[in-house]
């Protein structure tokens, strides 16, 4: 085994543990309450938020996999569906004519704003609550780091 490879001290490997942690519970609490509520996945939920917060409604798919955590086998599906669910459609890009736009759609805006008000509350119950503001603003802070 090489010597002189640096390893993480405890404090960072317990730090990476516990986020890894508490990002698997906190997704699956907000999942089961979307779920519960009859709304589908918080994936659908991301790409509608980054197509509605975008200037014209709609981005490249290269986009979306840019600014959502979702691969790209992964987000061509979930387009599929959201298109065949009337929440998004498919638009060529004018300036080559082989590239597509997604854009979303009115019914798309609706779910979104429908899925902000369960996944909302699930923030505010999940984490909000258990946490004073000062101490989310703090954990957001320590968290931009790696951003």
Not at 4 to 21: C, G, K, S, Y
Not at 29 to 57: C, F, H, N
Not at 67 to 73: D, K, M
Not at 77 to 101: N, P
């Amino acid at each position: 085994m090489p010597e002189n490879i640096p390893e993480p001290n405890e404090a960072a490997v317990a730090a990476w543990t516990r986020l890894m942690r508490a990002r698997e519970r906190l997704l699956g609490l907000i999942e089961a309450d979307l779920k519960t509520a009859g709304m589908p996945p918080l994936a659908w939920y991301d790409v509608l938020w980054e197509l509605a917060r975008s200037q014209s409604g709609r981005l490249r798919p290269y986009e979306l996999e840019e600014r959502t955590l979702l691969a790209q086998y992964n987000l061509s599906r979930l387009i599929d569906r959201l298109e065949k669910e009337g929440l998004v459609a498919r638009e060529v890009f004018a300036e080559d004519g082989r590239g597509r736009w997604v854009v979303i759609t009115d019914a798309g805006r609706q779910l979104r704003e429908r899925m902000w008000n369960v996944y909302g509350k699930a923030i505010k119950t999940h984490i909000g609550d258990k946490l004073a503001e000062g101490e989310a603003r703090t954990i957001a802070g320590l968290l931009d780091r790696f951003l």
